[in-house]
């Protein structure tokens, strides 16, 4: 619906070493079954072609929920960035045991917990286990070495990334391009579905709805009361608001109506593909740049996080430079 629209969300992630979020763990070699072949091994760990296997067939797994699938070349490719992965994991986990640093039940039972209330119920999240081709014991046991991981990274790492106010403004002042600002509109609206496909019967009964709320509105009466106990876009619970957007993140019709409004005015009922809307713009900004004191704790966290992505990939590359690792796929 409208309220699902199109975002670009600039986000920077540490660059995962720690690949394998979900690698399996290595049981030890049985050379009579083909899993639990040796793919590598980490100064005497063995990685298994099952935690290979594994990973591959997550890859595989979110191709096909794209609709899309890969190539012979980048299935090869895709098969050696897993390999080392699961080395570089290895090496951290090593690393992290020699450090003395773990993690306690309690702060598994937690993760655990948090992974739980993404799913409605325990069966939806064992059948997600089961795609993942994960048992709950595995997958605590990969919690358990991830959140020792992620601890020697605050502590070896992230902890001794320094980073000045100075860095900071002059990363501002040498990307004016990054802080340009598009004219944005903050609106809220009142949405009556109607599917595409619905007969023209019940296109009126829903054409009769949003007129009995416009008429409310007319009279006026509170729009963010009535989004509330009338709206049908999952923004009814914020009185209808849709926060600020810009062109392009909202469908055709919506999008022309909204950027002709004045602040405070409410448009005429407005067709979309998701139905009826009534729309209310609250606030306007023209295009401009977003001021240093808007944006400095994002440029922060964001520098912070490259530093951090290239510490650790040097720490990584020392771990390597220290260790005997013996690969046995080409």
């Known amino acids: 619906m409208v309220c699902q629209r199109k975002m670009w969300i600039p986000v920077f992630i540490v660059s ?34 099952g935690e290979m296997d594994q990973e591959m067939g997550r890859y595989e797994q979110q191709l096909k929920m794209a609709g899309q699938t890969a190539t012979p070349e980048q299935v090869g490719e895709v098969r050696e960035k897993v390999l080392k992965g699961l080395v570089d994991r290895e090496l951290l ?47 605590k046991d990969e919690l358990r070495q991830d959140k020792a991981i992620r601890k020697m990274i605050d502590q070896e790492v992230a902890g001794k990334v ?17 802080f340009k600002t598009s004219e944005m509109v903050r609106a809220s609206h009142i949405l009556i579905k109607v599917d595409p496909k619905a007969s023209e019967a019940d296109k009126a009964k829903a054409r009769e ?56 005015t409410v448009s005429d009922i407005v067709e979309t593909q998701f139905g009826y809307h009534i729309i209310k ?37 020392q771990l390597r430079s220290q260790a005997k690792i013996e690969t046995f796929i080409k």
């Open 162 to 178: 320094t980073l000045t106010d100075q860095d900071v403004k002059a990363f501002y002042d040498g990307h004016p391009e990054f």
């Open 16 to 49: 995962l070493l720690l690949v394998a979020t979900y690698g399996a763990s290595v049981y030890g070699a049985d050379e009579k079954d083909p899993k639990q072949q040796k793919v590598a091994e980490v100064n005497g760990s063995a990685i298994t072609q």
């Open 281 to 317: 713009v609250t606030d306007k900004k023209e295009p401009g740049v977003t001021p240093y004191e808007e944006i400095k704790d994002k440029i922060q966290q964001h520098l912070k996080q490259q530093k951090v992505t290239e510490q650790l990939t040097l720490y990584v590359d």
């Open 209 to 264: 709805r949003i007129l009995v709320i416009q008429k409310k509105v007319q009279e006026g009466g509170d729009f963010a009361a009535l989004a509330k106990e009338s709206s049908e876009c999952p923004s009814s619970e914020n009185g209808g608001d849709l926060d600020y957007f810009e062109r392009g993140q909202m469908v055709g019709p919506f999008e022309e109506t909204a950027f002709s409004l004045k602040p405070g």
């Open 93 to 139: 986990a090593q690393q992290t045991k020699k450090l003395g640093i773990a993690t306690s039940d309690a702060e598994v039972d937690e993760q655990m917990a948090t992974l739980k209330k993404r799913f409605s119920n325990e069966a939806q999240f064992a059948d997600a286990l089961t795609k993942m081709n994960l048992t709950e014991v595995q997958l």
